[in-house]
């Protein structure tokens, strides 16, 4: 499986952006699939998850009413729409896929594959 995350750039706070994961290699339908993000100088942690089965969604406390995660598993592609963007939102944000597609999971180590990573910068 290849994840390739796009969409990423400057933008002003109070602003959106929708990033994009495309997957190719083989259907991740039934994958999980998340998004993650590592804010300049920290380490990368958990933003948001869509299971493979039900399409249920789980997010981090700090983007919860802001941002959406949706997929569209007939251009085997997931989405993260991001509102309300604040200088703390500023990192590179990478897509992942669980093939574990039954469970929402926040931990990176469940997640076996990556895209490249994407950045996002939030101007204040």
């Known amino acids: 499986v290849q994840l390739q995350a796009s969409g990423g750039g400057l933008v002003q706070a109070g602003g959106s952006l929708r990033l994009s994961c495309a997957a190719s290699?083989?259907?991740?339908?039934?994958?999980?699939m998340g998004w993650f993000r590592q804010p300049p100088g920290k380490e990368r942690v958990f933003v948001a998850a869509i299971d493979g089965r039900y399409g249920s969604t789980s997010y981090a406390d700090s983007v919860k009413g802001r941002f959406t995660i949706s997929r569209d598993n007939a251009k085997s592609t997931v989405y993260l729409q991001m509102n309300s963007l604040n200088s703390e939102d500023t990192a590179v944000y990478y897509c992942a896929a669980d093939p574990a597609g039954w469970r929402l999971t926040r931990n990176q180590d469940e997640y076996h594959y990556w895209g490249q990573g994407t950045k996002v910068t939030v101007s204040s």
């Open positions: 290699g083989r259907t991740v339908r039934n994958y999980a």
